[in-house]
C-alpha cells in the first residue's frame, strides 16, 4: 500500500484566486481526497500564523502539522509543513459545510450539467466551550456589507465584568468584530463574518459565530447567495477512497451539544432546534468505525488498524492511506 503523503491526484486541479482561497474541481466518483501536503521554508522574518494566512491555513492547522516549532519565530530556513490536503466530509456535497473539529469550511457552488463542479475551502474559528457553535442544518438568510454589532446581553455582561464595558452597538469601522462582511444564518444570533483580529482564525475563540479571514469573507460572501444551504458538523475524523486507497484524516475530539437529528432536509424557517444540551463523547476509534463502514458500504475494504491507531493519536489533520480496496472480496473471503 503507498504511504506517500506528497501524491497529488492527476484529477485534482489546485487554482488560486485573489483571496488565497483554494478552488478544487470536485473529484470523480471513487476519490474523496482534495489537495497536496507541500512545504515551505521559513523566512526570518515569518510566525506561523503568517505563513497560514498566506496559504488558506488557520491556527490549528499549521500548529497540527509543525510540532515543535515555535509559533511566533519558527526562524529562518525552517522546513515548515502545509497540511493542504482535505479529505471531502461525509456529508452531501452541496452548499456550505462547517465542520467544526478542522474548524474548516467547505463551499461546493452550484454547477450546471456539463460544466466542472468546484469545492472551495477556508479555515475559520468557532465558538468556545462556554459559547459553542451548534450543529445542525440551517441557511443564509441575509447578507450584510459593513454590518453593525448588536452586542447580545450576555456579552455586554461579560465584559462589564471583566472591566472592559461594551457599547451595545459597535457601528462599521476597525474596532467592529464582525469585519466588513457578515451572512446571518437561520439559527438566531449565529453569523458568518470577517473579523478586525485575523490572527485568531482557525482556533476556538468565538461567542458561537463563525470567523473567517477578511480576504476569505469577502470572496464568499461575493458568491453566495440567500437560502443557500448550511451543514454544520462535528467529524473528527474523515475517511474516504483516494483511488483504491483508503485515506484517514484524524483531528482531536471537539466536545460539542446535541443538536437536531442530521437530516437532508431543510427547515422552512432555516433554522435548527436542541434536541438537548447533552455532550458528544466518542472514542476516536469509534469514529474510525463508523466511517468505514459508511465507506465500504458499496466496495470492500480492509484497514491497518495499527497504523490507524497511530495516526488518531497523532491527530495531526494531515491525511494518510490506512488501507486498501479488496479486489475480490468473495474470492478473498473463500479463502479465510
Given at each position: 500500500m503507498n504511504r506517500q503523503l506528497l501524491s497529488?491526484?492527476?484529477?485534482?486541479?489546485?487554482?488560486?484566486?485573489?483571496?488565497?482561497?483554494?478552488?478544487?474541481?470536485?473529484?470523480?466518483?471513487?476519490?474523496?481526497?482534495?489537495?497536496?501536503?507541500?512545504?515551505?521554508?521559513?523566512?526570518?522574518?515569518?510566525?506561523?500564523?503568517?505563513i497560514a494566512r498566506r496559504h488558506g491555513l488557520g491556527y490549528q492547522d499549521i500548529v497540527r502539522a509543525n510540532p515543535g516549532i515555535n509559533i511566533w519565530v519558527p526562524g529562518k530556513g525552517t522546513e515548515i509543513v502545509l497540511p493542504t490536503r482535505f479529505v471531502l466530509p461525509g456529508v452531501p456535497r452541496r452548499g456550505v459545510v462547517l465542520n467544526l473539529a478542522e474548524y474548516r469550511l467547505y463551499y461546493f457552488p452550484e454547477s450546471k450539467a456539463g460544466e466542472t463542479a468546484y469545492v472551495m475551502t477556508y479555515p475559520i474559528s468557532i465558538g468556545r466551550m462556554d459559547w459553542e457553535t451548534p450543529l445542525g442544518l440551517t441557511k443564509v438568510i441575509s447578507k450584510v456589507r459593513k454590518p453593525s454589532w448588536y452586542v447580545p446581553q450576555s456579552v455586554l455582561d461579560e465584559h462589564e465584568a471583566d472591566g472592559n464595558p461594551l457599547p451595545k452597538i459597535v457601528p462599521p469601522g476597525p474596532d467592529n468584530p464582525l469585519g466588513e462582511y457578515a451572512m446571518r444564518l437561520g439559527l438566531p444570533g449565529y453569523l458568518i463574518h470577517g473579523t478586525n483580529r485575523?490572527?485568531?482564525?482557525?482556533?476556538?475563540?468565538?461567542?458561537?459565530?463563525?470567523?473567517?479571514?477578511?480576504?476569505?469573507?469577502?470572496?464568499?460572501?461575493?458568491?453566495?447567495?440567500?437560502?443557500?444551504?448550511?451543514?454544520?458538523?462535528?467529524?473528527?475524523?474523515?475517511?474516504?477512497?483516494?483511488?483504491?486507497?483508503?485515506?484517514?484524516?484524524?483531528?482531536?475530539?471537539?466536545?460539542?451539544?446535541?443538536?437536531?437529528?442530521d437530516e437532508d432536509v431543510m427547515p422552512e424557517e432555516g433554522a435548527v432546534s436542541p434536541v438537548d444540551d447533552d455532550v458528544i463523547v466518542k472514542d476516536p476509534l469509534t469514529y474510525v468505525t463508523e466511517q468505514f463502514i459508511a465507506m465500504t458500504g458499496e466496495r470492500a475494504g480492509q484497514l491497518d488498524w495499527h497504523l490507524v491507531e497511530q495516526i488518531v493519536d497523532r491527530s495531526d489533520g494531515i491525511p494518510t492511506p490506512v488501507g486498501e480496496e479488496i479486489k475480490n472480496a468473495a474470492a478473498s473471503a473463500a479463502f479465510h
Open positions: 497529488i491526484p492527476v484529477f485534482c486541479v489546485l487554482l488560486v484566486h485573489a483571496a488565497r482561497a483554494e478552488i478544487y474541481e470536485l473529484p470523480p466518483k471513487g476519490y474523496d481526497v482534495i489537495g497536496a501536503v507541500s512545504t515551505i521554508t521559513a523566512r526570518d522574518e515569518d510566525t506561523l500564523v503568517d485575523p490572527a485568531g482564525v482557525g482556533m476556538r475563540v468565538t461567542h458561537g459565530c463563525v470567523r473567517m479571514f477578511p480576504e476569505d469573507i469577502e470572496y464568499l460572501f461575493g458568491n453566495i447567495d440567500v437560502s443557500t444551504p448550511v451543514r454544520i458538523i462535528n467529524e473528527p475524523i474523515k475517511m474516504g477512497w483516494d483511488g483504491s486507497e483508503l485515506v484517514i484524516e484524524a483531528h482531536p475530539l471537539l466536545e460539542v451539544a446535541v443538536a437536531r437529528k
